[in-house]
Structures are given as C-alpha cells and as structure tokens.
C-alpha cells in the first residue's frame, strides 16, 4: 500500500519562507507526475503545484514567483518551498502522486500564516 507523508508544516508569519517535504513508501515504482494542492477553510482542494516525469512543472497563478516544487534525490520525494508566504497561503497542504493511473494522497500538512 502506498503512503505519503508529509512535515514541515506550521505557523509562519507572513513574509516568512516554509518548506514542506512528501516521502513516498510502499512502493518501488516512480510515481509521476506529483504535485501539492492545498485545501482552504470552507474552500474546495486546489492545485498549488505539479511537476512531471521529465521535470515540467506547473503552478497556480496565485503561487507563482514565490513556491518552488522540486523531487528530491530518493525516489519519490518531494518539496514545496514557499517563500513570501501570505496569510491567504493559509491551508492544509497535501502531498499527491499518480502510480499505475491512480492517485495516491498524503493525510495533509496544516500551513497557518499569521499577520
């Protein structure tokens, strides 16, 4: 069975940089693509960011210039850096991956930014 777990959450202020990490286990296959979407209080999951097999990476308009999605060196780690972090930021965080054509999800990671 496939698990992701995400860390690095918590309460930042707002300008303030955060990184969150996704490990993957359970599984020996790459999972492709990965991605972060965030979930808001009374607002539906969205994407934050995506990031291919080769490496393409896609963000929301509202994250652009300022979060960085990367896969780490283990196989089917990931990152999401967020810098200049806005109190509109604020959600819970989860961590997703695609095996064999199903998605597989984290339990999320509560980010909170302050004022």
């Known amino acids: 069975q496939v698990q992701l777990v995400e860390s690095g959450g918590g309460l930042v202020q707002s300008g303030g940089s955060l990184r969150l990490s996704c490990a993957a286990s359970g599984t020996v296959i790459r999972l492709s693509p990965m991605g972060w979407y965030r979930q808001a209080p009374g607002k539906q999951r969205e994407l934050v960011a995506s990031?291919?097999?080769?490496?393409?990476?896609t963000y929301a308009d509202s994250v652009k210039g300022r979060f960085t999605i990367s896969r780490g060196n283990v196989q089917n780690t990931l990152y999401l850096q967020m810098n200049a972090l806005k109190r509109e930021d604020t959600a819970v965080y989860y961590c997703?991956?695609?095996?064999?054509?199903?998605?597989?999800w984290g339990q999320g990671a509560q980010v909170i930014v302050s004022s």
């Open positions: 990031i291919t097999s080769d490496d393409t990476v």
């Open positions: 997703a991956g695609n095996r064999l054509g199903a998605d597989c």
